[in-house]
Structure formats: C-alpha cells, structure tokens
C-alpha cells in the first residue's frame, strides 16, 4: 500500500473468530479501534511492545490469482512464528492484507467474474482458518473502469454475505474523496480512511476534518469511520514524493511534540497525533488506523500518544522485585493544556509543564507485604533561570498526604539529576494515587521529569 492521500485505495478488512495457529480465538470487537499496518519486510524486524496498544495488526501483504486462488509465497514460516509470538503476548487480531502495489494484476480478472469471486472467498476463509489470521485486508491498486467498480462493490457485498453469519466484520478503506455505492457502504462495518496528507502537503487536523465530513456526505456514518494516522513524512521539494519515517526524523531533528516540520520534510508530530485521535473520540469515529507502526520512534512515542489520548487513566503499577516503585513519564497520565512527554537520548521524560493546571498521576498497588514507609526522590532537569518553583506531590491512599519541593538548577534541560525529596511517606497496603503539580511557576516552567522513584525504608 503506497501512503499517498490522492490515490484511490481499497481495503477490506474481515474479522474472524475461527483463527488457530497464530492467533487461536481473538477478543472481542474493541469500541475504539487502533489498527496498523505491518509490512513484511518488517515484521521479523518488529519491536513486539509496539503492538501493546494496538487492536488490529494487519499483515501487508499477499496476493490473489486471476482464477480465486491465494499466492501466499511471501508469507514465510518465520514470519508465521513471530506473529504467533506477537499473539500469545498480545490480544490483538491478525489480519491478512492481499494486493497494493504491484501485486494487485489480479484482482480485476478474479473480482469481475462471478465464479472466480466465488471461489477467492471459498479460499480465503480456508486460508485465514488453516494459518490462524483473524481477518482479511483487501488493497486493490486500482479499479479504474466501471465494471472493475462494479466488481469492487460485488466482492464486498458478498464476502459480507458470507461472513456475516459467522460474526465477521467488514472493512473498506478508502482515501480522500472516494465515492462508493451505497450497496458497498450499506455492507461495510468500518471504513479506513486514509486522510494523511493532502496536495500541497498539509496533514492538520483540518484536512482529516474535511475528509471525514466527506465520507460523511457519501452515506457512511461516523461509527463506520477510521481516520488514518501517518507515522511516515512527506518532502517538501517541489515535484518530490520522497518519504521517511518519522523515527528517522526525530533522531536528527528531535521535534517537539508540537511541531510538524523539519528540514524538508512534513509530519505528525506527537501533538497532532493526540489531536486527531481526540477529534476521532469526540466525533465518535470507529477509531484510527496507523500507516504503518514500524516507522515510529524506538520508544514508541507517537503509539504512546494514540493510548494517552484514549486512555488517559495511569497504568495500575506494582513494585519492582526490591520493592522500589518506579513511577515514570510513559506510565504517568497527564492532565492540562501544556505538559507532553518527549524523549531525551532515548528516556521518555515529561516537559513543557508550564502551567500551574498541568497535572501528572499515578497509580500504585500496594501489597501486604510491601506496606511501609517510603523514602522519595526525583530524576529531573532545569534550566538554571528557570530554578525556583515549587512543586506538590501528594498521595491519595488511605490518607491524604502532601509533600513540597522547591526546585533546584541543573545544568540545563538535558543534563538530569536525583534529589530526595525531604520527608518519608508512608504507603498501606491498596491502591494508591499519585499526583504532582506546580504550585509556583515564578519564570513560567517547572521542570523536565523523568522518574519519581519510591524506595522502601529498612
């Protein structure tokens, strides 16, 4: 699949509850779903914590033949073993993706005769049974002539027909300004939308606003609708249609999460990312779709940004094998208009906490055993003019208990140093919760956090 918004892509995605080697038995359908795309030449390459938050992983791709049958030569016995390991580690649903570019010959020949449509169904439904996939992702570049359409919308309607039954799901994805018969959308359970970047290579929320409200005009309601999400860049040299990752990005340039340029390239930074997958919330999309998930960060921090945004309640922490618990930016939920997490050679850390409403939570779990008093401390950089404001952290367990600290330089906003915090806490056994705050900003910003860390007092 080439990740160009003017290209009319197709994509068909069906669930299936029936998969054995690699996915044996998928959850049920999510209410907000995360799919993302993995090519082959990555899969073996794949960092298995990218998949932590992600409902639908989709493999791209294999390809069909002219008379139904399945060319399945690029999907190879180690690619099966990693994505089964992927599976027992992760409850998210496989899905085989067929066609895109260069491998889509075929489908005109099989989706425009009756017979052969047939018989690709027949074969898909043994093939995704036989190699544990839970769905199907269909990338046909590109019907072109009205019959081809016509095939298009017949193979939809009736591998809905036929997997309707079953409990399956169907999905299209389309790109910008695609226009479907009513028949296709009435038979589609989730539309793709791959609203990335438009032609003067603009990928705001505003263009992924207009796109959706299109599809809308269409006949698709907004629960149909995922809107797609480039971890990919795009240049900006006149007559380009280079591209990079956005990690490749980020390692030279090291953004900040609001921005969404540099050097001669477009993206969507962490900022956008949020704001998009909170617009999708908001206008009670299906969900958002990643093209495609190895071209994030090494710590995963555009991902990090979708799971933030549709879940932003603290991960539940328990203590290191030492009791020690170790409250850091990627387990931290953020509240208020500023405050981001960003990475810092290779540490998340939070930053931009500017405002005196910016708040950061956790949650621990405190066992019998591990009940007790606490020494704290914290891993943070600051600015020397920046030195001088006060900060609260406050534990909200069994008892309520407050503790001020009054922040001290270090030598600038990389360079980090662990001070205790004065005072000892004290933790009984449950659920606690975790909060710090800026209680005085006298130069405008607090401090670059990157880890609270409680020790148990002998």
């Known amino acids: 699949m080439k990740p160009l918004c003017c290209l009319c892509l197709f994509f068909l995605a069906v669930v299936s509850g029936h998969a054995q080697k690699i996915a044996g038995g998928h959850p049920s359908a999510p209410k907000f779903r995360i799919a993302a795309y993995v090519p082959e030449y990555r899969i073996l390459a794949l960092n298995p914590d990218f998949v932590s938050h992600i409902t639908d992983l989709i493999f791209f791709s294999l390809e069909p033949t002219p008379d139904g049958g399945i060319d399945r030569s690029r999907l190879t016995p180690a ?264 990475t810092s050679d290779g540490v998340s850390d939070i930053g931009y906490w500017t405002s005196i409403d910016d708040r950061t939570r956790w949650k621990i779990d405190v066992p019998p055993t591990r009940a007790g008093i606490y020494a704290m401390s914290l891993e943070y950089a600051c600015a020397p003019r920046y030195a001088g404001s006060a900060l609260t952290l406050t534990f909200n367990g069994a008892q309520r208990q407050t503790f001020t600290l009054t922040v001290t330089a270090t030598k600038d906003w990389d360079t980090f140093q662990t001070i205790p915090l004065p005072g000892h806490v004290t933790l009984k056994a449950g659920q606690t919760t975790i909060q710090m705050q800026a209680k005085t900003l006298p130069s405008g910003d607090l401090i670059n956090l990157r880890h609270v860390i409680l020790t148990p007092m002998p």
């Open 79 to 342: 690619m099966e073993a990693k994505l089964a390991a992927i599976k027992r580690r992760y409850p998210v649903r496989m899905i085989a993706a067929f066609g895109g570019a260069d491998r889509s010959q075929s489908f005109a020949a099989m989706a425009t005769d009756a017979g052969r449509r047939r018989r690709f169904i027949t074969n898909l439904t043994r093939f995704l049974t036989d190699h544990g996939f839970e769905g199907v992702d269909y990338d046909w570049e590109f019907p072109d002539n009205p019959a081809e359409k016509n095939g298009l919308t017949a193979l939809v309607v009736e591998t809905k027909r036929a997997l309707s039954p079953l409990g399956l799901q169907v999905s299209v994805a389309t790109a910008p300004g695609d226009w479907f018969d009513r028949k296709l959308i009435a038979a589609v359970d989730q539309f793709n939308l791959m609203s990335y970047y438009d032609d003067a290579h603009r990928g705001g929320l505003a263009v992924s606003q207009s796109d959706v409200d299109h599809l809308i005009r269409n006949g698709a309601k907004p629960g149909q609708i995922s809107l797609g999400l480039p971890f990919f860049a795009e240049s900006l040299m006149t007559g380009s249609d280079e591209e990079t990752f956005y990690a490749k990005l980020a390692e030279k340039y090291h953004p900040k999460p609001k921005e969404d340029a540099a050097g001669d390239y477009v993206f969507n930074g962490v900022q956008t990312v949020m704001d998009k997958t909170q617009y999708a919330l908001d206008r009670r999309l299906g969900g958002v779709m990643i093209f495609e998930l190895a071209q994030d960060t090494p710590d995963g921090a555009l991902s990090k940004a979708i799971h933030k945004t549709v879940d932003p309640s603290p991960d539940l922490l328990s203590p290191e094998a030492d009791g020690t618990y170790l409250l850091t930016a990627d387990n931290a939920a953020l509240d208020g208009p500023a405050a981001r997490v960003e």
